[in-house]
């Protein structure tokens, strides 16, 4: 069972446009909620992460938006440059399980330049 | 210095062979993983052990076995490989604050299988 839902499974976008990932859950009870950036020929490295207190996060060009009613929330890149280009995981966990992290299925975003 | 570090980064072998990926961490975590990635990039978790003692075991042939000798190493021992074992396999560990995990992974090991 999936609990993490991610779409598009891969994207294309050109240099200076917006790049947005998708993702929605089922568990009312995850409480934490990161993305994760994976170089090719790397692992995956923590991004940027949001708790559902607040709706949106932002650093630099990269802004998380979350809606809990919806149980949806979503990466956005502005200005997406060519080395933007990776991998792309959403991450859901909630505290009362030990926090482990369920992955979502990776969003393959890939800037032209 | 590298937090969390893999040794093979490749590994070519015929079917059938034994081979082992060793994993590494310095950060002081309590809790390792190791996962598989396919070529559609995505990550299965395989196992987690938390100070040395399993405690998550997906639905993984028993032809894989974690090992962990010490909080700081998890090691992961596959008999009889196969050509679906083929993958990059993931070592990562974590710590929790707040309620909110970080997991930190390694470069990857590229198992080709034969």
């Known amino acids: 069972q999936q609990q993490v839902k991610q779409s598009p499974q891969s994207l294309i976008v050109q240099k200076g446009g917006i790049s947005i990932i998708n993702c929605a859950y089922e568990?009312?009870?995850?409480?934490?909620f990161p993305w994760y950036q994976q170089f090719p020929g790397k692992g995956p490295a923590l991004l940027i992460a949001?708790?559902?207190?607040?709706s949106e996060k932002k650093e630099g060009r990269f802004t998380i938006s979350f809606n809990k009613s919806a149980k949806q929330f979503s990466l956005h890149i502005m200005d997406s440059q060519p080395g933007d280009s990776a991998t792309y995981f959403c991450a859901a966990s909630k505290e009362t399980s030990g926090s482990r992290l369920t992955f979502g299925e990776g969003t393959q975003l890939t800037v032209n330049p | 210095d590298t937090a969390v570090s893999q040794t093979p980064k490749y590994l070519v072998t015929q079917m059938g062979n034994d081979k082992s990926i060793k994993c590494e961490q310095n950060l002081g975590h309590d809790t390792m993983y190791w996962y598989k990635q396919d070529s559609k990039k995505f990550l299965k978790i395989m196992f987690s052990?938390?100070?040395?003692?399993?405690?998550i075991n997906e639905t993984v042939p028993n032809r894989f076995s974690p090992k962990s000798p010490d909080k700081a190493h998890l090691n992961l021992h596959i008999n009889s490989l196969e050509l679906g074992d083929s993958a990059v396999y993931f070592c990562?560990?974590?710590?929790?604050?707040?309620?909110?995990?970080?997991?930190?992974f390694g470069p990857g090991t590229r198992l080709l299988v034969l």
């Open positions: 052990y938390n100070n040395k003692e399993l405690i």
């Open positions: 568990n009312t009870a995850f409480d934490y």
């Open positions: 949001i708790r559902p207190d607040v």
């Open positions: 990562a560990s974590s710590q929790v604050y707040r309620g909110q995990e970080t997991q930190y």
